[in-house]
Structure formats: structure tokens, C-alpha cells
T-cell receptor, first 110, second 113 residues
Framework: GDSVTQMEGPVTLSEEAFLTINCTYT??????LFWYVQYPGEGLQLLLK?????DKGSNKGFEATYRKETTSFHLEKGSVQVSDSAVYFC?????????FGAGTRLTVKP | EAQVTQNPRYLITVTGKKLTVTCSQN?????MSWYRQDPGLGLRQIYY???????DKGDVPEGYKVSRKEKRNFPLILESPSPNQTSLYFC????????????FGNGTRLTVT
């Protein structure tokens, strides 16, 4: 079946550092790919998405490109802020099958 | 405001005492789903519903029931809770189709003693 594997955390960075969180997937169909963010005490919120190969999703300085050849959707941000501290989930949706990675906790220190 | 509302936010109960967690959405979404979140395991789907009166098992349905009598509501029922159902539960909804992202409620933290 479909699955998502993402980089294990936790990840700790200093403010203004470059962020990469790796995500790879396996799917039999043509899924859409998503990154969600979860702040403490809240539900998951959509951060960005890409619906087909070579699409780039972007939001709030975060970016991820749908790479079919490497089955990857890595999350990047050029300069992280303390307010980016959260748990990040990579996910895919193939029709009504939604799969999530285990989540990566990011802590950004001033 | 478009939202998914879950109640209660926190619940402590004892083994075997039936409980219901409610979920309601105001976005006219066809698709609704329940997940549980456990450390190191990410989100695992319990049940989902494609539309009114249509429900299907997810990956971890044992010990849970759901119903979808109205489009906006999708309650999760634990008929006889056990300690291994202690977890953080999320309801989510979306339009059907690959490209639609899920909208999540703020979660229900359940403790079964």
C-alpha cells in the first residue's frame, strides 16, 4: 500500500539557519503531496501542497517540490524563525487514502 | 468561520464506560475522517466517511464505531473503552478528490484508566 517516510527528529536549529526535512513516499497511483504543521495544542494545518510531478508548493517561506523520479517531497526554508517551532508532517492523498509520515519536531532557538 | 469542531477537548474516563466524541464541520465537505495520534506513530486512520450513510474502516478500527447520519456530523463512539485507547484524537474533513487538503479539528485528548 501507499506510505510516507520522513526524517526522524527532533531537529534543533538556530534562528536564520537553513531547514530541510526529508520526505519520501511510495504510491501505486498519482497522489497529491502535502506538508502539514502542528503547533502545540492544535490540530494539523495545511502548510503547502503539490498535486503533480514537478509542481512546487510554497507558503510562508517554506517550499517543497514534487519529484516523481526520486519519489520525494522534501521541505525547505532558507531562514527559520523561532515561531517555526512545531511538528511537521508529510502526507500523500491517493483518492480517499490519506497517509501521513510520523512527524518531525522542529525547535528553533534564538 | 470555516472550521471543524471537536468536543470535548479533554476527557478522562474509566475502562468500559461508553463515550462519544463529537465532530462537526461547516464547510459542506463530503469526506470526514477520524485519526489517532500516538508518539512515534504519526496519525493513523480509524474510520472515514465519503458521504452521508457511507462509512469505511481505516487502519485501526477495532474498538471504535462511527455514524454519518448528517453531512456535517461524524461522531466517534467507544462502546467499551480500554487503556490502549488512551490517545490524542483528531477529526478531519475535506471535499472529495486527491487535491483537497484535510481540515482538522483541535483534537481530543482521551485518557482511559
Amino acid at each position: 500500500g501507499d506510505s510516507v517516510t520522513q526524517m526522524e527528529g527532533p531537529v534543533t536549529l538556530s534562528e536564520e539557519a537553513f531547514l530541510t526535512i526529508n520526505c519520501t513516499y511510495t504510491a501505486t497511483g498519482y497522489p497529491s503531496l502535502f506538508w502539514y504543521v502542528q503547533y502545540p495544542g492544535e490540530g494539523l494545518q495545511l502548510l503547502l501542497k503539490a498535486t503533480k510531478a514537478d509542481d512546487k508548493g510554497s507558503n510562508k517561506g517554506f517550499e517543497a517540490t514534487y519529484r516523481k523520479e526520486t519519489t520525494s517531497f522534501h521541505l525547505e526554508k532558507g531562514s527559520v524563525q523561532v515561531s517555526d517551532s512545531a511538528v511537521y508532517f508529510c502526507a500523500l492523498r491517493d483518492n480517499n487514502d490519506m497517509r501521513f509520515g510520523a512527524g518531525t519536531r522542529l525547535t528553533v532557538k534564538p | 468561520e470555516a472550521q471543524v469542531t471537536q468536543n470535548p477537548r479533554y476527557l478522562i474516563t474509566v475502562t468500559g464506560k461508553k463515550l462519544t466524541v463529537t465532530c462537526s464541520q461547516n464547510m459542506n465537505h463530503e469526506y470526514m475522517s477520524w485519526y489517532r495520534q500516538d508518539p512515534g506513530l504519526g496519525l493513523r486512520q480509524i474510520y472515514y466517511s465519503m458521504n452521508v450513510e457511507v462509512t469505511d474502516k481505516g487502519d485501526v478500527p477495532e474498538g471504535y464505531k462511527v455514524s454519518r447520519k448528517e453531512k456535517r456530523n461524524f461522531p466517534l463512539i467507544l462502546e467499551s473503552p480500554s487503556p490502549n485507547q488512551t490517545s490524542l484524537y483528531f477529526c478531519a474533513s475535506s471535499f472529495r478528490g486527491n487535491q483537497s487538503p484535510l481540515h482538522f479539528g483541535n483534537g481530543t485528548r482521551l485518557t482511559v484508566t
